[in-house]
């Protein structure tokens, strides 16, 4: 599943396959990079995207197909005669050289003049923000900056494309969530193109320019983060990206609603025949909350669409800081529990406790529908 583009392509890749054996870690892999672009592989473990990365790479030659860099035709070239960088998870930095060393490592063996080396060396701690460890040794160093190292010597002789293989998995949540800022700029500030392989929805949200989800071997779904977290094109990725309520239900209203329970929705339009057994999947923050009418302070919320509104009991609230997880149930919709995000402000003007009836509206164009069994693997 590829996708075009009027920006200039950089990195064009044709109907890689890749077999281990019998089993195949790619299918029919065709995709565009923009130049300058930052794409992330997401997908769960063994789903390809380290893989692909791999065999963009070199490290391991896909087993068919095609990989195009700036026009050229590198499927079947070495990694020394490619043109990247690349930050793997584990830093690989070499211990017993010091950080000056390891960066300049590469510009060393390009037969650079050694005042030249120096300058640039100093340049890349200066960018990412380490001047003042270029004597020490990587075991000095936490992990956040030994990173930031990989990242100073990957960038070192200027590759036309920076490859991150999961370059923050290994680092606290909190390291993490800065240095996802710092590389991202560090990616603009360059104008490098750059693809990040990663398991995390979040880091993926946050850093891609457009995100690759991949699941078994195939991508399921190319697209910016906005695309992929408020329209998924299928159930995995509708379910792997964010939270997801999934309704047991059947498709009704001739492709624009479904039955659950006793409910009959409205829902975005779909192409499954009334009565087909689906899932409908809602997010919990797109759930809108109406109060009980009684227990309500100010005036009540207007109901946009009154046939999407459902009776519910508030049987547990969570507090996550920024808003309440609250999870509802009610006889109308058969016996499951439906998630709902509600803003602070919300749960206090509306007294939501547990316990209380509330009324819900579920807007009909964020109720997605996808079919009940998965498809056959392509």
Known sequence: MGQASTAETYLKIENVWKAFGDFYALKDISLEVRRSEFVCFLG???????????????????TTGSVFQDGQDISALPPSERDFGIVFQSYALFPNLTVEKNIAFGLENSGIARPDIEKRVA??????GLPEQAKKYPAQLSGGQQQRIALARAIAMSPGLLLLDEPLSALDAKVR????????????????????????QEEALAMADRIVVMNHGVIEQVGSPTDVY???????????????????????MKGKGIRVGKQTLASAPHTHTDGQQVIAVIRPEDIIPHGDGARSTGAPEEISEPGNTVETTVD?????????????????????????????N???RMEIQVGGRMRIEIPSQRLKVFAATAEPEK
Do not use: Y
């Not at 769960?44 to 896909?62: F, Y």
């Not at 340049?123 to 990412?128: F, K, Q, R, W, Y």
């Not at 490098?192 to 398991?199: A, D, G, P």
């Open 177 to 200: 969530v800065h240095l996802r800022h710092e590389v991202k700029d560090l990616q603009r500030k360059l104008g490098v193109t750059t693809i990040m392989v990663t398991h995390d």
């Open 316 to 344: 547990e609230m969570e507090f996550l800081g920024s808003f309440w997880r609250t999870r509802l149930s009610s006889p109308d919709l058969g016996t499951g529990q439906i998630v709902a995000d509600f803003s602070v």
């Open 123 to 128: 340049e890349l701690l200066e960018l990412v």
């Open 230 to 252: 408020r329209e998924p094109v299928s159930l995995f990725v509708a379910d792997f990206i964010g939270e997801t309520n999934q309704l047991d239900c059947e498709a009704g």
């Open 44 to 62: 769960p473990s063994g789903c390809g995207k380290t893989t692909l990365l791999r065999a963009i790479a070199g490290l391991d030659i896909q």
């Open 346 to 348: 919300a749960v206090r």
